[in-house]
Protein backbone atom coordinates (compact mmCIF):
# COMPACT_ATOMS: atom_id res chain seq x y z
CA UNK A 1 0.00 0.00 0.00
CA UNK A 2 1.45 3.39 -0.84
CA UNK A 3 1.97 5.92 2.09
CA UNK A 4 2.73 8.66 -0.17
CA UNK A 5 -0.29 11.43 -0.01
CA UNK A 6 -2.12 12.69 -2.93
CA UNK A 7 -1.02 15.91 -2.87
CA UNK A 8 2.78 15.31 -3.22
CA UNK A 9 1.93 12.46 -6.28
CA UNK A 10 -1.01 14.13 -8.38
CA UNK A 11 -0.93 17.72 -9.77
CA UNK A 12 -3.85 19.73 -9.80
CA UNK A 13 -5.17 18.53 -12.91
CA UNK A 14 -5.20 14.62 -11.38
CA UNK A 15 -7.32 15.57 -9.02
CA UNK A 16 -10.55 13.77 -7.84
CA UNK A 17 -13.09 16.48 -7.16
CA UNK A 18 -13.30 15.05 -3.74
CA UNK A 19 -8.87 15.74 -3.49
CA UNK A 20 -9.57 18.91 -4.88
CA UNK A 21 -12.04 20.30 -2.41
CA UNK A 22 -9.82 18.72 0.53
CA UNK A 23 -6.95 20.96 -0.19
CA UNK A 24 -8.65 24.05 1.12
CA UNK A 25 -7.51 24.27 4.38
CA UNK A 26 -10.95 26.15 5.17
CA UNK A 27 -8.70 29.32 6.32
CA UNK A 28 -11.25 32.27 4.74
CA UNK A 29 -8.39 33.93 3.39
CA UNK A 30 -9.36 33.77 -0.52
CA UNK A 31 -12.56 35.08 0.37
CA UNK A 32 -11.51 38.23 2.00
CA UNK A 33 -11.49 41.49 -0.77
CA UNK A 34 -8.07 42.76 -2.55
CA UNK A 35 -7.06 45.66 -3.94
CA UNK A 36 -5.23 46.01 -6.99
CA UNK A 37 -2.99 49.19 -8.08
CA UNK A 38 -3.86 49.28 -11.72
CA UNK A 39 -0.25 50.81 -12.50
CA UNK A 40 1.54 48.18 -11.19
CA UNK A 41 -0.74 44.80 -10.55
CA UNK A 42 -0.03 44.70 -6.98
CA UNK A 43 -2.37 43.19 -5.16
CA UNK A 44 -3.32 44.13 -1.65
CA UNK A 45 -5.70 41.82 1.02
CA UNK A 46 -8.39 43.95 3.43
CA UNK A 47 -9.26 42.19 5.93
CA UNK A 48 -12.93 42.95 4.51
CA UNK A 49 -14.88 39.50 3.44
CA UNK A 50 -17.16 38.55 1.06
CA UNK A 51 -20.89 38.86 2.23
CA UNK A 52 -21.16 35.02 2.40
CA UNK A 53 -17.82 34.31 4.65
CA UNK A 54 -19.07 33.20 7.98
CA UNK A 55 -16.45 34.96 10.41
CA UNK A 56 -16.86 32.06 12.75
CA UNK A 57 -16.07 29.04 10.88
CA UNK A 58 -14.06 30.42 7.78
CA UNK A 59 -16.85 28.99 5.37
CA UNK A 60 -19.06 29.94 2.50
CA UNK A 61 -22.30 30.08 3.87
CA UNK A 62 -23.95 29.45 0.61
CA UNK A 63 -21.16 27.23 -1.35
CA UNK A 64 -23.37 25.52 -3.61
CA UNK A 65 -24.92 28.74 -4.67
CA UNK A 66 -22.08 31.24 -4.14
CA UNK A 67 -21.51 32.45 -7.81
CA UNK A 68 -25.21 33.17 -8.22
CA UNK A 69 -25.46 35.82 -4.91
CA UNK A 70 -21.43 37.17 -5.61
CA UNK A 71 -21.01 36.79 -9.49
CA UNK A 72 -17.42 37.74 -9.07
CA UNK A 73 -16.49 34.80 -6.65
CA UNK A 74 -13.69 33.30 -8.12
CA UNK A 75 -14.35 29.26 -8.46
CA UNK A 76 -10.50 28.19 -8.34
CA UNK A 77 -9.78 25.44 -10.88
CA UNK A 78 -6.55 24.16 -11.72
CA UNK A 79 -6.56 26.85 -14.50
CA UNK A 80 -7.17 29.82 -11.88
CA UNK A 81 -4.40 28.42 -9.87
CA UNK A 82 -2.00 28.47 -12.24
CA UNK A 83 -2.64 31.75 -12.93
CA UNK A 84 -3.64 34.07 -9.80
CA UNK A 85 -0.33 35.69 -8.31
CA UNK A 86 -2.37 36.26 -4.74
CA UNK A 87 -2.97 33.26 -3.13
CA UNK A 88 -1.73 33.36 0.15
CA UNK A 89 1.71 31.36 0.60
CA UNK A 90 -0.04 29.20 2.83
CA UNK A 91 -2.84 27.98 0.53
CA UNK A 92 -2.76 24.24 -0.30
CA UNK A 93 -3.90 24.31 -3.92
CA UNK A 94 -0.91 27.12 -4.16
CA UNK A 95 1.47 24.86 -2.29
CA UNK A 96 1.00 21.64 -4.52
CA UNK A 97 0.88 23.87 -7.58
CA UNK A 98 4.57 24.80 -6.81
CA UNK A 99 5.30 21.35 -5.32
CA UNK A 100 5.32 22.23 -2.02
CA UNK A 101 4.13 19.86 0.89
CA UNK A 102 1.54 21.13 3.42
CA UNK A 103 1.76 22.51 6.62
CA UNK A 104 1.51 20.73 9.56
CA UNK A 105 -1.48 22.57 10.68
CA UNK A 106 -3.72 21.84 7.53
CA UNK A 107 -6.67 19.74 8.16
CA UNK A 108 -5.45 16.86 5.51
CA UNK A 109 -2.10 16.48 7.87
CA UNK A 110 -2.94 17.29 11.26
CA UNK A 111 -6.84 15.43 10.76
CA UNK A 112 -8.30 18.22 12.52
CA UNK A 113 -10.01 20.93 10.91
CA UNK A 114 -9.16 23.20 13.70
CA UNK A 115 -5.45 23.60 13.48
CA UNK A 116 -5.78 25.72 10.86
CA UNK A 117 -7.16 28.22 13.26
CA UNK A 118 -5.29 27.19 15.99
CA UNK A 119 -2.11 28.09 14.40
CA UNK A 120 -3.17 31.09 13.85
CA UNK A 121 -3.52 31.49 9.99
CA UNK A 122 -7.34 31.66 9.41
CA UNK A 123 -9.68 34.40 9.02
CA UNK A 124 -11.50 33.73 12.06
CA UNK A 125 -12.17 36.46 14.09
CA UNK A 126 -10.07 39.07 12.39
CA UNK A 127 -12.67 40.11 9.51
CA UNK A 128 -15.44 43.11 8.85
CA UNK A 129 -18.20 41.66 6.19
CA UNK A 130 -18.41 43.82 3.00
CA UNK A 131 -22.27 44.43 4.32
CA UNK A 132 -20.60 46.77 6.77
CA UNK A 133 -17.86 48.98 4.94
CA UNK A 134 -18.77 50.99 1.82
CA UNK A 135 -16.36 50.09 -1.19
CA UNK A 136 -14.48 53.00 -1.03
CA UNK A 137 -13.22 52.62 2.19
CA UNK A 138 -11.61 49.38 1.74
CA UNK A 139 -8.42 51.03 1.64
CA UNK A 140 -8.68 51.37 5.59
CA UNK A 141 -9.11 47.75 5.85
CA UNK A 142 -5.76 46.74 4.18
CA UNK A 143 -3.41 44.11 6.03
CA UNK A 144 -0.36 41.99 5.85
CA UNK A 145 -1.54 38.84 8.11
CA UNK A 146 -2.69 36.94 4.77
CA UNK A 147 0.91 36.68 3.78
CA UNK A 148 2.41 35.53 6.75
CA UNK A 149 2.94 31.60 7.68
CA UNK A 150 2.51 31.27 10.84
CA UNK A 151 2.80 29.28 13.91
CA UNK A 152 5.66 26.61 13.33
CA UNK A 153 5.60 22.97 15.31
Known sequence: ?????????????????????S??????????????????????????????LDGSTCRCSDYPNRQKTVPD??????????????LPPTCGYRLVRDGEDLYWWHPLVSGDPETVHQAGISARGRTVS???VDVEDFEDYVVDWPLKVGGER
Do not use: Y
Open 23 to 52: LCDGCGLCCLNKLEDWDTGDVVFTSVACRL
Open 73 to 86: CIQLTPQEVREIHW
Open 1 to 21: MNDVPFWKLKSLDELTPGEWE
Open 130 to 132: EKD
